[in-house]
């Protein structure tokens, strides 16, 4: 195994159980318990883990993966997710895409979209996050607009007021929204208050808007409230989603879709 896939499956088990000792973690990973300590500590030394004696605890009390560790989790749903988002978009659309995995992946799935190999453009897509607009510009029949601002290395977005400036000048079709909860009460929402400014105003200047969230995002809550659960039009989620959350959202006026 090598040393980034070890870092992930180390910080996606101390996200889920909140502590892990260097022998268990050895166990699980089946490697060597000095292996875990120097990975531990390596980890501890940027801040992603907090080292305690014989193992470690996640950082912080709202704890948040950085974004190039998160891929691996709930990836076959957020690809059907993703693939059923694309599905949505209209040849010649302006679309706003958030930065996240599962945002990531409706990139993904609409850069693979036959009938959208040729046009001009294709598609507008106009997003803040870094990694979106890297893999997209090598599509020529794609205009990409990114926002400009201020990068946050989480999640590879760019926040602050130069995106603003950039979003209140436009309008587009659709916003795709990538989010860390989503609660018909309390909204979408993320855990940056400035990261969940941009997407607001994302929302804002668009005529319908999609969360696309796998069933574990739903029926939670973050810091940070990006719009109220009545401002999105449609739910993308996995069929993992409870038929009782789904149907509360569906009384909440959305349109639900489990893929």
């Given at each position: 195994m090598s040393r980034d ?7 996606e088990l101390?996200?889920e159980r ?21 990975d531990f500590?390596?980890?501890?030394e ?8 014989g ?17 691996a989790?709930?990836?076959?749903e957020?690809?059907?997710?993703a693939?059923?988002?694309?599905d ?7 679309v706003?895409?958030?930065g ?9 799935a ?5 009938d959208?190999?040729s046009?001009?453009p ?10 979106i ?11 990409i607009?990114v926002t400009?601002g201020?990068?946050r290395?989480q ?7 130069l995106?603003?400036g950039?979003l ?6 659709v ?15 993320a855990?940056?208050?400035?990261e ?6 994302l929302?804002e ?7 696309a969230?796998?069933?574990s995002?739903l029926?939670q ?6 719009c ?7 739910l ?7 038929a009782?959350?789904?149907r ?12």
């Open positions: 896939a070890r870092w992930k499956a180390l910080l101390l996200v909140g502590r892990l000792d260097v022998e268990e973690a050895a166990a699980e990973l089946a490697v060597s318990a000095a292996t875990i300590r120097r500590d390596q980890l501890a940027q801040q992603m883990l907090v080292r305690t004696r193992g470690a605890v996640v950082h912080g009390v709202s704890y948040e993966l950085p974004l190039r560790y998160k891929t989790r709930h990836a076959s957020k690809q059907r997710i693939k059923a988002v694309a949505l978009v209209a040849p010649g659309e302006a706003g895409l958030t996240g995995t599962t945002t990531t992946e409706v990139a993904r609409l850069a693979v979209r036959s959208l190999a046009g001009s294709a598609l507008t897509v106009v997003t803040n996050a870094l990694n607009a890297n893999e997209l510009a090598v599509r020529p029949q794609f205009k607009v400009g201020v990068a290395p999640s590879y977005e760019l926040i602050g007021p995106a603003d950039v209140a000048q436009i309008t587009i079709d916003a795709v929204l990538g989010v860390v909860a989503f609660d018909v009460t309390h909204g979408a929402a855990h940056d208050e400035a969940a400014a941009i997407n607001r105003l929302c200047r668009a005529e319908r808007v999609i969360v969230a796998d069933s995002k029926g809550r973050a810091f940070a409230r990006i109220a659960a009545d401002a999105v039009d449609t993308v989620t996995d069929t993992a989603a409870p009782e959350t789904v509360r959202f569906a009384e909440a006026g959305l349109s639900v879709l489990t893929v």
